[in-house]
């Protein structure tokens, strides 16, 4: 996981950088109230949300999910010695419960011979950056669970399905935070909530960053 640790924040940086041109908003850096709420074994409980397919800025590399890597005109080059295995990188805008725009996110999944492995790199510039982590997600596994849904590629596809991408078992950590975020310990449960698929391969729902954080000791 270090390696996707560092692959994600440089990403991250690339996509911010990328998403300047096309996201207008991103030099406002507007600070609206924490969605957050307490929880009864401490900390405080934020979710983080993605709406698709609107909040999709970029993503590549098509070996990892041929349904989620869709070439954009602001898709991020990726270095050579990169390409050489399996690959997922993904941008999106990020909402707050509220379904306010506050940030950008970089979604990086990769797999070497240590195992598998995501990180979301979340920046809300007017709170400051996070860092998610977690073990384990199968290649393709969204692709895998639609199909067993009825999805076929191809042709169009509707209905509701949930997938949980992080560890049952205790589900993705807080690595790392800045700013508002820094020094805090914490979990996540990333969920996709689908509802369609359109021939072009294009998804409809939203991701949900489920996180619940508290000070580090």
Do not use: C
């Not at 041109?21 to 406002?28: A, C, E, S, T």
């Not at 950008?104 to 990180?119: C, I, K, P």
């Amino acid at each position: 996981m270090r390696t996707a640790f560092f692959i994600a924040v440089l990403l991250g940086f690339s996509g911010v950088l990328a998403a300047a041109h096309f996201v207008p908003w991103m030099g406002q850096h507007t600070r609206l109230p924490s969605q957050t709420e307490v929880v009864a074994s401490g900390g405080r409980a934020e979710q983080f949300l993605i709406r698709l397919p609107v909040d999709r800025i970029a993503a590549t590399g098509a070996a990892a999910s041929p349904l989620r890597a869709v070439q954009s005109a602001a898709s991020v080059a990726l270095p050579p010695e990169l390409t050489a295995r399996p690959l997922l990188v993904e941008h999106f805008k990020v909402r707050d419960a509220a379904g306010n725009v506050i940030g950008l996110a970089a979604r990086h999944w990769s797999s070497d011979g240590r195992g598998m492995g995501t990180a979301w790199s979340v920046l809300i510039p007017s709170r400051g950056a996070l860092l998610l982590t977690a073990p384990g997600e199968a290649k393709a596994a969204l692709d895998s669970a639609l199909q067993k849904a009825g999805y076929h590629p191809g042709s169009a596809w509707s209905g509701t399905l949930a997938v949980e991408l992080t560890p049952r078992n205790g589900g993705g950590e807080l690595a790392a935070g800045s700013d508002e975020f820094e020094k805090l310990d914490g979990d996540y449960k990333e969920i996709w909530n689908l509802t369609g698929v359109s021939e072009t391969g294009e998804l409809r729902g939203t991701i949900e960053l489920d996180t619940v954080t508290r000070r580090g000791s």
